[in-house]
């Protein structure tokens, strides 16, 4: 009986590496070797060691930046999402909080001061998809808006949603100089007479786009979890997010059924 094929040198160098990640021996934001240690400690050239890097890069479990290296991605807490987060923005709504609170923060469980967005605004034609899930024709005017929602500067969102033009058109609704707005899409319709409901979510898991591993900052084999909402207002959808986007190793649904 032949002897296992040996496994080739840049998968010897990723298994070290990340036993000693699993380990702690390499803690989050640690750096790894530099390539010039890394060749002279498995004493090979610098391309097994660069398709080593590339694999855990991959895999999520480390980071490259220009000019600082490679390091250990931190372990990010998993936030458990449930639909009770949903009732901060309804207090906003309804009440007079001490603190600015939307559910994207009450998932991070972080404070306003430590919550931040980049965010495109932008006016489309609705497709098929968005007609369905707004019940409008084909070609509605649509606001549709794109945010990267970060905790503590760290991208751990991304969200596109579309709002029926007619109804936020010339509004603060549909100034993105307005965002973040305390109290989040349930606010931002209250202000215009449109008092939410429900929402319907309906969740997948996938994996990244290529732009979704860049923002994110995960690898290329860490699934996303992806949310697609529907914000109705009685019987009438108002709101739809196509999609909402979140690393699949920092979340988990939670769902309570009632029999």
């Keep these: 009986m ?32 530099t390539e010039p240690e890394m060749m002279q400690e498995w004493g090979v050239s610098r391309g097994p060691v660069r398709e080593a890097i590339a694999l855990l890069r991959a895999e999520g479990l480390i980071s490259t930046a220009r000019r600082r290296g490679s390091h250990v991605r931190p372990r990010w807490p998993v936030r ?13 709504r309804d009440g007079s909080p001490d603190r600015p609170a939307t559910s994207f923060t009450a998932d991070q469980r972080i404070g306003w001061d430590a919550f931040s967005m980049d965010k495109a605004f932008s006016e489309v034609s609705a497709d098929e998809q968005l007609a369905e899930l707004l019940q409008v024709d084909a070609g509605t005017p649509l606001l549709r808006r794109h945010f990267v929602f970060r905790s503590h500067n760290v991208p751990q969102q991304i969200s596109t949603s579309y709002l029926l033009l007619d109804m936020v058109a010339g509004t603060p609704v549909a100034d993105p100089a307005n965002e973040p707005w305390p109290g989040g899409n349930t606010s931002q319709l209250a202000s215009l007479g449109v008092r939410l409901t ?3 979510e309906r969740p997948k898991t996938r994996m990244p786009t290529e732009d979704e591993a860049r923002i994110l900052a995960i690898g290329d084999r860490v699934p996303v979890m992806t949310i697609t909402r529907i914000s109705l207002a009685g019987d009438r959808p108002v709101e739809t997010a196509l999609e909402i986007v979140l690393p699949g190793d920092r979340v988990e649904l939670e769902y309570v059924i009632d029999l």
């Design 198 to 200: 429900r929402i319907i």
């Design 80 to 92: 458990r999402l449930g639909p009770e987060r949903y009732r901060v923005e309804v207090e906003q």
């Design 2 to 33: 032949s002897p296992p094929p040996r496994q080739p040198r840049y998968r010897q160098i990723a298994d070290e590496l990340r036993a000693r990640i699993e380990a702690g021996v390499l803690p989050p934001g640690a750096p790894l070797p």
